[in-house]
């Protein structure tokens, strides 16, 4: 059962990420691309290693470590991304 | 557990080829570090799957270090893009 359900938390993150990282190709504005992509990736990745903490609980503390990392890092560099571009689009 | 966790890796292979095609093909300079953000993300979510796969800490432990300062870098170089583009 734990098994399905870490496979299942690994399947909706590939889906997050493909569902982010698809809209890259297009034309649309890079702001427009940031909140698809940054959801994406954060969220995405962090289902990905909530799947693997399932299937590998002995290896938790690594696993959590990079959950809340990846928690603070992305989410501030998605800001600072869009802080930097809204800018630039400004001026 | 090995011929599941290997598929999943070649799907994650395969969304980690669309970002370096957008960065490839992209002449603005923040859709480039966009792209290259996504890249080094799941670079590093790549690398713990990896490590999860082999059961192997050290390199999980290089995986969680990419996380973080790997987008650390970039906040550092989207300030100095930004600084260079108000001049």
């Known amino acids: 059962m734990i098994d399905i359900l870490g496979y299942f938390c690994i399947g909706v993150g590939i889906v997050f990420w493909f569902w982010g990282t698809i809209p890259l190709l297009g034309k649309r504005t890079v702001l ?5 992509l940054s959801v994406a990736d954060t969220l995405g990745s962090m289902a990905i290693l909530f799947g693997l903490l399932l299937k590998l609980p002995s290896e938790w503390q690594l696993l959590i470590l990079a959950i809340l ?6 989410t501030m560099l998605g800001y600072v991304l869009a802080y930097c571009t809204s800018s630039q689009e400004e001026s | 557990m090995n011929s599941i966790l290997n598929f ?3 799907l994650m292979i395969v969304a980690m080829l669309i970002p370096i095609y957008a960065a490839w093909k992209s002449n603005d300079v923040w859709q480039k570090m966009l792209a290259l953000t996504s890249v080094s993300t799941k670079a590093s979510i790549i690398i713990l799957v990896v490590s999860v796969l082999r059961d192997d800490w050290m390199i999980g432990v290089v995986g969680a270090i990419v996380l ?5 870098g970039f906040m550092l170089l989207a300030h100095l893009l930004k600084r260079m583009d108000n001049k």
């Open chain 2, 68 to 72: 973080s300062v790997g987008n650390a």
């Open chain 1, 32 to 36: 427009f691309k940031l909140h698809s």
């Open chain 2, 8 to 10: 999943i890796l070649m």
């Open chain 1, 69 to 74: 990392s990846l928690a603070m890092w992305n």
